[in-house]
C-alpha cells in the first residue's frame, strides 16, 4: 500500500506546522491566523462553498479560480491564498478544514494557551463564560482558549474539559450512570 492512499492527522500535522513556520517567518501570523479563522466560519456557515470543497469533479483550474476569487473579496493574505492553492496542486484540498483547525490549535499552543471546551445546558451570557474563564486561568494557571457550545440535550449541568482533564456535572451524565448501574443489577 502506497503512502498517499491515506491523509492521517500525522499529514494534516505537517501541512498545519509548516502553514504555521512560513506565517512566522513572513511577520504575518496573526493575520494567517485571523484569516484561517475566517475561512473556516465560511466552511461551517457556506453549504456552497463546502460542497466546492467537497467536490471531486472540479477540475484544479476550476478550483484554484474560485477559491482565489473568494479569497480576494475575503482580502485573505497571499500567503494564505498560495497555501491553499498548493494544497489544490497536490490534491489536498479536501483536508483543508482539518489542515486549518490544527493551525489554529498550533498558534494557541506556542502562545501558551490551555484549550477548554464547555457545554452547558443553559445559554451562557458572555459575562458568566467570561467569569469561568477567568476562573479557569486562575486555577490551571495558563491562558485559556475556551470554546462554548450550547447543548440543551445536556438537560441540566456542564460539561468543562481543560485539556485532557473533563468534568461532567450533566444530567444526561447522571442519568446515564443510573441507566448502566441498572443494567448491570
Do not use: H
Request: glycine letters at 4%.
Amino acid at each position: 500500500m502506497s503512502k498517499d492512499k491515506g491523509f492521517s492527522s500525522t499529514s494534516a500535522n505537517r501541512y498545519s506546522l509548516a502553514l504555521y513556520e512560513l506565517a512566522e517567518e513572513s511577520n504575518v501570523l496573526s493575520k494567517i491566523e485571523l484569516n484561517a479563522s475566517s475561512i473556516l466560519n465560511l466552511i461551517e456557515t457556506s453549504g456552497d462553498f463546502k460542497n466546492l470543497i467537497k467536490d471531486p469533479t472540479v477540475s484544479q483550474n476550476d478550483l484554484v479560480n474560485a477559491i482565489n476569487k473568494i479569497f480576494d473579496y475575503l482580502k485573505i493574505e497571499n500567503l494564505l491564498k498560495n497555501f491553499t492553492n498548493f494544497l489544490v496542486k497536490k490534491r489536498r484540498f479536501f483536508f483543508v478544514e482539518q489542515i486549518l483547525s490544527n493551525f489554529i490549535e498550533i498558534c494557541s499552543e506556542k502562545r501558551g494557551e490551555l484549550k477548554t471546551e464547555i457545554k452547558s445546558a443553559k445559554n451562557l451570557s458572555k459575562d458568566e463564560i467570561n467569569k469561568i474563564k477567568d476562573e479557569l486561568s486562575k486555577n490551571f494557571t495558563s491562558k485559556i482558549k475556551l470554546n462554548y457550545k450550547y447543548d440543551e440535550s445536556l438537560i441540566g449541568g456542564l460539561i468543562v474539559q481543560v485539556g485532557s482533564t473533563m468534568i461532567d456535572t450533566s444530567i444526561k451524565n447522571k442519568l446515564q450512570q443510573i441507566e448502566n448501574k441498572m443494567i448491570k443489577v
